[in-house]
Structure formats: structure tokens, C-alpha cells
């Protein structure tokens, strides 16, 4: 009688992931509509119990890095749990990873984009060498031959793990080696070297600091080449059955993304094809680069989302101070709150998506857009995602600092994204780069914000106080994140005021370009329609 269990929140398992209202107008006002019915099929599989234990058991049951056999060759393998390679075979026979790209259908990358949204709300480990490998194809059509090659098994809907000859597999892998231990983001200052060889190809020597995934099939490497700082390909196995030279020194301990393996190559001598011009390194990764900058973005999106539904269904369910915590106006406040930084990182995030789908076929308005935008983007709502993951695991109280709840696993995840593929200061300075460079950029991005010219005044004051930050030429670098923060929330309230409710729309401007906001989150001003704006975000 003492264990009796009452008043606690049943688990969150068998809902659609995917009846999320912000994303399904997204997928069609975007261009994918077609893919609505698919997609609704993996949000209900990502809200499955047997997925949450696959998501738990990947990240419990850690990575192990194998660098020799029982006899002491060299083997530089890492084991997974089962539930990774089950996650994994999930994400790529869905068309997650670089099966856009084969796809000819106008919303293509818009509908992968959805799907990487709703499938790495579980678990966004795996994510990395999904999104690693989508982003590999435009890079690796800078070299003809092995674009031919390679993108047909990278573009590849079977999942076949295992290092083996890349020709002798179903579908390949794909990751990335640029940040070393004495540049980290600034790559012009790596060591590792490149040479000629005879035959063609490249011989690579030096040291990588963060390599993740390292049992990808193949990596995009940066080195240095009597030309300069150039791209190259490495295969972990060569054509002809051989072991390239990739040796494993060993697999970082991070604060998060657990189930993913990080790791630090060691090159000597390891065989490599030259990717685009010698000396144009930069030049040809920086697409690789856009495209997992974008699925920052998305990923961070996904992890607000993850943990906001926790939140709401906890306080649906679970009743103090004599009724449903839900119905209390204070917990009302913080879970609307919470629900529109979500929304607005999800109506962001997809039209980023749109830009991308568009600009890959020839739409050169959309190219100056997304190249201004996915910094931007990048930027705010990864920043974003630890601050709401942080207040929603506070909805659960003592419940969600507790390893079952799932919080702790998101909370730890949270500031990755940020920190990927340029923290916030390289996403800044990129943004006053591509102003100060490409102008157009800058022109696409107004001309997205003024389709929503005139529908608030608080939004269109926001503008304007935009313009003239943007006009004031001194220190640009000291200014440069508050710059970037502002011109993220001028178009999230643009496309907020243009498609999501007006009861949204209008606590989105009234507290984040209003003014009217407190320093946490559920200090919405008085008269916002929160019961609306949570049932609106509820999951189904």
C-alpha cells in the first residue's frame, strides 16, 4: 500500500511526432506536400516506446573504439549498441541522408528536412553521419569522376555498415575532417599535409581533432597542398580491399551526443583524391559546410520540440495545488512561451529547407537568401534550443532530472548544435562577411521580411531599428551577434505574422520585438491567449 502510484504522467509513447500543426503547413506551403502521408508514417514510428528504448540504449550503452585485434593488427573499427545500427537503418532507408539528391521532385530536400525534423526528436545522435552524408554530395560534384563514383551508393536508401570495399556495398557513409588541435575553426592554420603521388592521387599526413563518425565509408579532409589549403576524399577502404591509413588515437568523452562516436584520426601517408582546385579547399568544403549548418538549425528545432512535448504532456497529466498543472496560469504561461520559441524555430527551419530545395534548382534569388539566412538561422535558434530544453525539464521538475525522463539526454545534447560547425561568433562574423561581400544576400533578406511589411507595427519598428544598425558602420565586429539576433527575430515575426495563428503571431512580437519580455521564459504579457497557443503545440 505504501508503493501505490498515483498522479504521475503516463509515458509519452504511441502519438504522431509528426502532427505537429507548424510543421505540416510548413511541408506545403514549402513545396512538399506529396510527402505528407510518409512523413506521418515516421512520426508514428518516432513515437513509439520500442524507438524511445532504441534512443535510450544507443546513448547508454556508449561506443567502444577497437584499435587492434586479439593478435595486434590494426583494426581502428568503433562498436555500437544494436539500437544505434536500428536508428541509423531507420534515418537512411527513409531517405534522410543523401537520397535527396537523387530525387527530382520539386520539395525534395524540403520533405528531408521534415523527416530529419521528426526522426531526430527520439534521438539526434545518429543524426550526425545522416546529416554528414547529405551534405557530402554537393562538395563532391566539384570532382566529376568521383561524384560518378561515389553518389549513387551516398544517395543510397540501404543502410549496409561495416568497413568493406566501397563498390561492394549497398550505401555508404560519409563524414568530414577539418578542425585541428591548433586552429579549430580556423582551418587556414592546419598542419596536416598533402603530396603528389605518381598515380593521381594525394598522400596525407598529420592529425585531425574532431572526426565524428569515424566508421564512415568515406571523409571530405582539408590539408595542405603546395597550392595551399585544398579538399580531398579519403575512403577508409581503398578500392583494391586495402586498409587506408586511418588510425584511431581515440574517441572524445563529450558533455553530450553520447551515442555518437567523436574521434581523433591520425594520418600517415593515408591515400586521398583531390576534391575541386588545389589551394581551393575552402572554397569547395564551404557547400558540405552550408548544409550541415542547416541541419544545426533543424536539429536544434527538433530538440525544442522534443522537449516542449515532454513538458505539455507532464503538465496535462500531473495535478497540484488542487488541479492539473496545466490548467495553472503561470505553468500556462511558460509552457505557451516555450510553444511559440518553438514554433518559430520550426517555421524558420523549413523555410530555410524551402530556400535550399529551391536554390539547388538554379533559383538564384533563393541562393542570395539562404546564403545570409542559414547563418542567421544557425546563429539563433541553436542558442535557443539549451534555454528551452533547460525550462521544460523545469516543467517536470525532480521527474525530469531523472535519466528516465529523457530530459537530461536532451538538455545534454542542447548546446551542440551551437558549437558545430561554427559557434556563435563564426556564425556571426559570417553573417557581416557575406553582407559586406555579397550585398544581394542582404537584399533577399529584406525582401523575405517585407512580405510581412505593415501587417504589425511592433515587427515593422523592428525593421527599421534593423536598418539603422546596419547602417551604423563602427565596430561591426562588437556589434555583430546583437546585429544577428536582431535579424533573426525580424523574420521569425515575419513568417510568424504571414502563417502561423494570430494568437501566436501576436505574442511573438508583442515579447520578442515588442519589448513587453521578461529574462525567462513565462513572462508573457497579460491578455495573450496561452490556453490557445499550448493546445495548438499539444502533442497528438
Not at 500543426?21 to 508514417?41: C, F, P, S, T, Y
Not at 560534384?141 to 563498390?167: C, F, H, I, K, V
Amino acid at each position: 500500500m505504501t508503493h501505490e502510484v498515483f498522479n504521475q504522467a503516463p509515458p509519452l509513447a504511441g502519438h504522431d511526432v509528426t502532427a505537429d500543426a507548424a510543421l505540416v503547413a510548413a511541408l506545403e506551403r514549402e513545396g512538399a506536400g506529396w510527402a505528407a502521408g510518409d512523413l506521418h508514417k515516421l512520426g508514428l514510428r518516432a513515437g513509439t516506446a520500442e524507438t524511445s528504448r532504441w534512443a535510450d540504449e544507443a546513448n547508454r550503452y556508449e561506443p567502444r573504439l577497437l584499435t587492434h585485434d586479439r593478435y595486434g593488427h590494426r583494426l581502428d573499427e568503433v562498436d555500437f549498441h544494436p539500437s544505434w545500427h536500428r536508428l541509423m537503418d531507420v534515418a537512411v532507408s527513409e531517405g534522410l541522408a543523401g537520397a535527396a539528391w537523387a530525387d527530382p521532385r520539386p520539395g525534395a530536400h524540403v520533405a528531408r528536412a521534415a523527416g530529419f525534423y521528426v526522426w531526430s526528436q527520439p534521438e539526434a545522435g545518429h543524426a550526425c553521419p545522416i546529416s554528414m552524408t547529405y551534405a557530402v554530395v554537393p562538395a563532391l560534384r566539384n570532382n566529376a569522376e568521383l561524384a560518378a563514383r561515389y553518389e549513387p551508393l551516398l544517395t543510397s536508401r540501404s543502410y549496409d555498415p561495416g568497413l568493406r570495399t566501397p563498390a561492394s556495398k549497398g550505401g555508404l557513409l560519409a563524414g568530414m575532417g577539418m578542425t585541428e588541435k591548433q586552429g579549430g575553426s580556423d582551418v587556414r592554420a592546419n598542419t596536416t599535409t598533402a603530396v603528389a603521388s605518381a598515380d593521381g592521387t594525394w598522400l596525407l599526413t598529420g592529425h585531425k581533432w574532431f572526426t565524428s563518425a569515424p566508421m564512415c565509408d568515406l571523409f571530405l579532409v582539408l590539408a595542405q597542398a603546395p597550392g595551399g589549403l585544398s579538399c580531398f576524399l579519403v575512403p577508409r577502404i581503398l578500392p583494391d580491399g586495402t586498409r587506408n591509413t586511418f588510425r584511431i588515437q581515440r574517441l572524445k568523452d563529450k558533455l553530450g551526443n553520447r551515442s555518437n562516436a567523436s574521434s581523433e584520426p591520425e594520418f600517415d601517408r593515408t591515400v586521398a583524391w583531390l576534391v575541386g582546385g588545389e589551394g581551393q579547399g575552402v572554397r569547395t568544403i564551404i557547400e558540405m559546410v552550408s548544409m550541415t549548418r542547416l541541419d544545426c538549425v533543424i536539429g536544434s528545432a527538433s530538440g525544442m520540440r522534443a522537449a516542449l512535448v515532454q513538458a505539455i504532456h507532464h503538465a496535462t497529466h500531473r495535478s497540484a495545488f488542487g488541479g492539473p498543472l496545466i490548467g495553472k496560469p503561470a505553468m500556462r504561461n511558460v509552457l505557451a512561451d516555450l510553444a511559440i520559441e518553438s514554433e518559430a524555430a520550426t517555421v524558420l527551419t523549413m523555410r530555410l529547407a524551402g530556400a535550399v530545395d529551391r536554390a539547388v534548382r538554379g533559383d538564384r534569388a533563393e541562393q542570395a537568401f539562404r546564403r545570409l539566412a542559414i547563418p542567421v538561422g544557425k546563429f539563433w535558434v541553436c542558442k535557443r534550443q539549451p534555454a528551452v530544453v533547460g525550462e521544460a525539464l523545469e516543467c517536470l521538475g525532480g521527474n525530469g532530472y531523472v535519466e528516465d525522463s529523457g530530459l537530461p539526454r536532451l538538455y545534454r545534447d542542447a548546446p551542440l548544435n551551437s558549437i558545430w560547425e561554427g559557434s556563435g561568433n563564426v556564425q556571426a562574423l559570417d553573417v557581416l562577411r557575406a553582407i559586406h561581400r555579397e550585398p544581394e544576400s542582404l537584399e533577399a533578406f529584406f525582401t523575405e521580411v517585407a512580405a510581412a511589411g505593415g501587417a504589425d507595427r511592433r515587427l515593422d519598428e523592428a525593421v527599421r531599428d534593423l536598418r539603422a544598425q546596419l547602417a551604423e558602420k563602427s565596430d561591426p565586429e562588437v556589434r555583430a551577434r546583437r546585429i544577428v539576433e536582431r535579424m533573426a527575430l525580424v523574420l521569425q515575426g515575419s513568417l510568424l505574422v504571414r502563417h502561423a495563428p494570430a494568437e501566436v503571431a501576436d505574442a511573438f512580437c508583442a515579447s520578442r520585438l515588442g519589448g513587453d519580455w521578461g529574462h525567462t521564459f513565462g513572462t508573457l504579457p497579460a491578455g495573450v491567449d496561452t490556453a490557445s497557443i499550448v493546445e495548438r503545440a499539444a502533442p497528438a
